[in-house]
Every structure is written in C-alpha cells, then in structure tokens.
C-alpha cells in the first residue's frame, strides 16, 4: 500500500520559513510528478508547485513564486516544499499529490493527509 505522509507544518509568524516534507513509501515514486497544493478554509484547492521525476524546472503558481522552493530526494523517495518569507494569505493546509507518468495534468494515483500551516501577522 502507498503512502504519502507530509510533515512539517505548524505555526509560523509572518515573514518565517518552514520545510514540508512528503515521504512516501510502499514504492519508489522516483518517476511520478509530485505536486504540492493547498486549501484554505472556504476556499478552493491551489496548486503551489508541482515537479517532475527528474527534477527539470518546477512550476510555481504566482502566489509563491519567489518564496516556494520546491525539491525532491528520490534516494529517500521524499519531496521538500521549502517556504520563505510567509504570509498570513499562506495559511492553509498543504498536500501531496503524486502523478505516475503520462497522467493527464489533474489526475493524481496518491495524496498525502495533509498538514497545517498557519501563518500568523
């Protein structure tokens, strides 16, 4: 059985960092696209960033382009979301997603559970 566990949410003020991490385990998903996304309350799922099996150029979405750092270990079959300069817009909890390649754009075969981020001002 697959599974996608994130780590490293928590309470944060304005202008910190944290480290997400997705570890996975059950299979290596050194070939899947891993995607990070978010949902605040009352609002939509986002995508954050997304990365590809061999690392390439990640996608960010403009909310946190310049701040989101997103990385992956395939060694530990784990992806990193590194997250600078927070805000309290940020706030959310965050997810993992992995794609198995050649998998249309929103289609996903494991999610994490989720972790919390907030972002106080």
């Known amino acids: 059985q697959v599974q996608l566990v994130e780590s490293g949410g928590g309470l944060v003020q304005a202008g910190g960092s944290l480290r997400l991490s997705c570890a996975a385990s059950g299979r290596t998903l050194s070939t899947y696209r891993m995607d990070w996304f978010r949902q605040a309350p009352g609002k939509e799922r986002e995508l954050v960033g997304r990365?590809?099996?061999?690392?390439?150029?990640?996608y960010y979405a403009d909310s946190v382009k310049g701040r989101f750092t997103i990385s992956r270990d395939n060694a530990k079959n784990t992806v990193y979301q590194q997250m600078n300069s927070l805000k309290p817009e940020d706030t959310a909890i965050y997810y993992c997603?992995?794609?198995?390649?050649?998998?249309?754009?929103?289609?996903?075969?494991?999610w994490g559970q989720g972790t919390q981020v907030t972002v106080s001002s």
């Open positions: 997603a992995a794609a198995r390649p050649g998998s249309p754009p929103n289609t996903y075969d494991y």
């Open positions: 990365i590809g099996w061999s690392a390439g150029i990640p």
